[in-house]
């Protein structure tokens, strides 16, 4: 039987996230620093590690089967493969930023001005829809520095909490690009390499969904129960389990990460009370 392959980053940002979805979907491999490519001993997949500029490249020839990388690599590489799956982390932007001590007009900023990127294809299309002419200067690495130095008036690059721009002594003034990891495939897989892919896609989905969301449990009067009911909106409706005291429950829930602040304090205003919440590992819809 074939194994799916599946290219990941050998070490940066990416190569943790990356390693710890493969390990939460229960796929086991071995993993030393000098090792490019190993064979999952569960699961019929291979893992390759390498530079995530390469990855693209890859997956279009076939090399390896599936990748994961940032979507703006995905951008700037151009190659034809499909993007299949957004994973939630590495969430960044590539922007625009220019000296801190300079006023920013609009795009116009830009004419006739030198901006270093390690994104050229994402920044001269850019420009191209916004018909801007400048001029722009490809460099692999530290592009923050580049106005410091002299080499350039500005800089396209990669930017989440924007320290480093600050620290540079630059502004952010416009983004570019919202990106997050992907997972991206080769267009033409297998059957049986497709069937792999659908397995695995299941389990990074009962993953993600364990992440969004939340076990509850509480205890509440029975008269408090209509109205804690309508406040959880549960999988299916609540469990509700009656306790040894009398007229007392327990209720069972599970709620989305992101709203939970917001219903514990509506439960506790609706009588709520021992309310505990627990993460949930893995969650199949
Ligand atoms: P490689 O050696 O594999 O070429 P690299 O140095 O080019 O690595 P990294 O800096 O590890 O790349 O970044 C990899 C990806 O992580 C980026 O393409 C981007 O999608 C994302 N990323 C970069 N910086 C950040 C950040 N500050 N916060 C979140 N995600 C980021
Ligand atoms: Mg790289």
């Known amino acids: ?59 279009e020839q076939q090399v390896a089967d599936i990748g994961i990388l940032g979507e703006n690599m995905v951008y700037e590489k151009n190659k034809d493969v499909n993007i299949i799956e957004q994973l939630g982390f590495a969430q960044c932007r590539l922007s625009l930023a220019i000296p801190k001590e300079e006023t920013y007009p609009g795009l116009g900023y830009f004419i006739n001005k030198k901006v270093a990127t390690s994104y050229p294809k994402i920044l001269s299309d850019f420009f191209k829809k916004n018909k801007i002419t400048a001029e722009i200067e490809e460099i692999s690495g530290s592009v923050e520095i580049a106005p410091g130095i002299g080499l350039a008036d500005a800089v396209c ?79 299916k409706s609540p469990t509700i389990l009656p306790l040894v005291e009398k007229g007392w429950y327990s209720l069972h829930s599970v709620v989305k990460e992101d709203e939970f602040w917001i219903r514990i304090n509506q439960l506790k205003e609706a009588g709520a009370e021992g309310i505990l919440v627990i993460p949930i590992e893995k969650m199949i819809l």
Not at 25 to 54: H, M, W, Y
Not at 177 to 201: P, W
Not at 206 to 227: D, G, R, W
């Open 1 to 59: 039987m074939s194994e799916l392959k599946i290219a990941i980053q050998k070490s940066g940002r990416l190569s943790e996230n990356s390693k710890k979805l493969l390990e939460e979907c229960g796929i086991k491999f071995s993993n030393g620093i000098s090792v490019l490519k190993t064979t999952a001993q569960n699961f019929p997949v291979e893992v390759l590690f390498l530079r995530d500029d390469d990855i693209p490249q890859y997956v």
């Open 157 to 235: 690059d990669i930017v989440s909490s924007g320290s480093t721009l600050l620290t540079n002594g630059l502004h952010e003034v416009e983004t570019i690009l919202k990106s997050q990891a992907v997972i991206i495939g080769n267009k033409n897989l297998s059957r049986e390499k497709q069937e792999i892919l659908t397995s695995f896609l299941f389990r990074i989905r009962a993953v993600k969904n364990a992440k969004e969301n939340k076990y509850i449990l509480l205890n509440a009067p029975e008269s408090a129960i209509p109205k804690i009911c309508s406040i959880l909106p549960g999988m």
